[in-house]
């Protein structure tokens, strides 16, 4: 029986006294697949691949690895590896050495190892750099000598912590590309935290999007960005504009003069709109149209390269639209009376 | 403002340590190559190094300062590996700083004494052990060697385990971590990556503590009460009791050279072997 999943976690909690930095949770993780865990600092992403490392037991649940219960394995033999998120590559040894520090482990041969930490430096283009010592590198070099310490030991998955934050933007970016070919090129499983959701869209085949210790939601970076189930998601992913509502008697909500149906219920809905979803009509008058409609003043153009963001207020609320360039605003004017449309199935009321 | 002006605050300094480190240093090198009537010899010197009562102080005295090093590295190094990379509460560790460091604080003289009472053939240890039954008769710890190591590892731990914890503390645990991660032990991963990395503070401590018991006088004489002498007990006797200003000049002159030698052993060793590595 081989089964899809490399891990399986099952109601897994961290407890630290009384406090769960991760609560309740369970997670599949795919073989093979590239797995981002998003969300903001604190919210138990970097103690959730903490456990799958074994650097942190489990309070409670179980964890699988590989089919094999792993809940109290110490790290050391644990088919994974990680990328750390300052790398901590070990100073006193040269970069060979640094690579070839989990094989030497394994008893090879030192020819053996010789031949892989070559080939490896070179895949990674590090060969100039074979004989110096890590704080000799550059950020990125670093950056690439801990992703070799890491693969070369063919771990079944592969943890990144943050491992490009540390990093500035340009460079941030090349990684990005280098680590999606390296997950190609080596077909394991990555799981790969992080707070910047931009990365987590470009980098992942599914995202793991959590909140103060639970997970919220898992989806293909498509279904989160595009079917957000709360509106934390819509927040987190993307840019949203996350509006109040009215609760009314009928079992609907109100918002921007429109009526939603939500059922009878207690809780907060907000009406979610993405900026990019909406478009500007400079004219004040009612469009023959099936698309909502609601009528805005112009508060602020702000030209942004490959955008215009434009802050409108709308009832009291300020709305945030994204116009292309290309959209001539140059005769409109702040505090410009305009309208706003948007098709009916990009808006999303969610709690 | 000219570069060399930086230097002018240093000259009270400089004088001081001239007047009264250098000079009192040459006086004493000085008179150790000169006879009575003041002309060049050596024959301090020859005497020193080839009469066998002499050499075996210096014998006697190297011993028991490499016993010292050794024991209070090993114990010194447990200490500061346990207060560092254990102990996890801020308050924990600030109370254990105080305990290492306040014996410092006490005067040579009345913390020997106090070994005095507790290791006498009355004292302390060996009333346990008696009471426990271990031993019939008291075992001699006081006038004898192990007197001396056991005073000199205590009054001397302190240096070793303050230089082993500043090391320690400066390694990053996550180092520990990634050690785990490509799969080693815990006790592998110290021996691989953590004692690698406190070889500087290793060097230190036992570079201070070495040339420390080396030069120790106050804790000897009266842990030994005088029956085992040492080389600065050799030294006190020959200049205060027997006057004999150039015979000590050259004894301290010979234990001046050998704290030479292992510090700029100690600073050759950092500067090739740790320095290119440096540290996260």
């Known amino acids: 029986m081989t089964s899809p999943y490399i891990i399986e976690m099952k109601n897994v909690s961290k407890i630290y006294g009384q406090h769960p930095a991760v609560d309740n949770i369970s997670l599949d993780i795919y073989q093979g697949e590239f797995l981002s865990i998003l969300g903001p600092s604190g919210c138990g992403k970097t103690t959730t691949l903490r456990m799958i490392a074994g650097f942190e037991y489990i309070s409670k649940g179980t964890i699988m690895l590989d089919g094999k219960e792993a809940s109290h394995v110490p790290p050391y033999q644990r088919p994974v590896n990680t990328v750390f998120q300052n790398y901590a590559l070990f100073p006193h040894m040269t970069i060979f050495n640094n690579i070839a520090f989990g094989l030497k482990r394994k008893g090879m041969k030192k020819q053996e190892i010789k031949e892989e930490v070559d080939e490896m430096l070179e895949t990674m283009g590090l060969e100039e750099h074979r004989d110096k010592y890590p704080t000799q590198l550059s950020g990125g070099q670093q950056q690439r000598v801990a992703l070799a310490r890491a693969l070369i030991n063919k771990p079944k998955v592969l943890l990144l912590d943050e491992p490009l934050a540390a990093l500035d933007l340009k460079l941030r970016k090349k990684m990005q590309f280098e680590l999606k070919r390296l997950h190609k090129q080596v077909g394991i499983t990555f799981i790969f935290v992080t707070h910047d959701q931009e990365e987590a869209l470009v980098l992942s085949d599914r995202i793991v999007v959590m909140r103060e210790g639970e997970i919220e939601q898992v989806g293909t970076s498509e279904e989160i960005y595009k079917d957000p189930l709360t509106s934390y998601v819509a927040q987190f992913i993307g840019d949203a504009n996350v509006l109040p509502t009215k609760k009314n008697n009928d079992g609907t909500v109100s918002a921007l003069g429109y009526d939603f149906p939500v059922g009878k219920t207690e809780e907060d809905y907000h009406f979610i709109i993405r900026p990019e979803h909406i478009e500007l009509h400079l004219s004040q008058n009612k469009n023959e149209t099936d698309m909502y409609q609601a009528p805005i003043t112009i508060t602020e153009i702000t030209y942004a390269g490959s955008k215009q963001i434009v802050e409108v207020e709308c009832m009291d609320q300020t709305i945030y639209i994204h116009c292309s360039p290309e959209q001539t605003l140059s005769n409109a004017n702040i505090g410009q009376k305009a309208m706003m449309m948007w098709k009916k199935e990009h808006h999303k009321i969610l709690k | ?280």
């Open chain 2, 1 to 280: 403002m000219p570069k060399k002006l930086i230097y002018l605050p240093l000259i009270p300094f400089l004088v001081v340590l001239i007047l009264f480190f250098v000079f009192p240093l040459l006086t004493v090198l000085n008179n150790s190559y000169l006879d009575k009537q003041g002309s060049f010899t050596l024959v301090h010197y020859i005497k020193f190094l080839t009469d066998p009562y002499y050499l075996n102080v210096l014998f006697v005295t190297f011993k028991i300062s490499i016993i010292v090093t050794v024991i209070t590295l090993l114990l010194g190094y447990a200490i500061a590996y346990y207060v560092t990379k254990v102990l996890k509460s801020k308050l924990a560790k600030r109370i254990a700083y105080v305990v290492i460091i306040s014996p410092i604080f006490t005067s040579a003289v009345v913390r020997s004494f106090g070994w005095i009472v507790i290791l006498g053939n009355n004292g302390f240890i060996n009333q346990m052990l008696l009471k426990i039954g271990l031993i019939d008769q008291p075992i001699q710890l006081l006038y004898n060697e192990t007197g001396i190591i056991i005073g000199l590892i205590y009054i001397l731990a302190p240096f070793m385990i303050l230089s082993l914890t500043s090391v320690l503390q400066s390694i990053d645990s996550r180092l520990d971590e990634a050690a785990a991660d490509l799969g080693y032990s815990r006790w592998k991963s110290f021996i691989k990556v953590t004692l690698p990395l406190s070889v500087p503070g290793i060097l230190s401590g036992v570079m201070m503590v070495f040339s420390l018991s080396l030069s120790s006088y106050v804790t000897p004489a009266l842990i030994s009460g005088g029956k085992i002498k040492v080389l600065a007990m050799l030294i006190y006797e020959q200049m205060t009791q027997l006057m004999n200003w150039q015979f000590g000049g050259a004894m301290s002159f010979v234990m001046l050279v050998v704290s030479i030698v292992i510090l700029m052993v100690n600073n050759y060793l950092l500067k090739t072997r740790w320095s290119e590595g440096g540290r996260s």
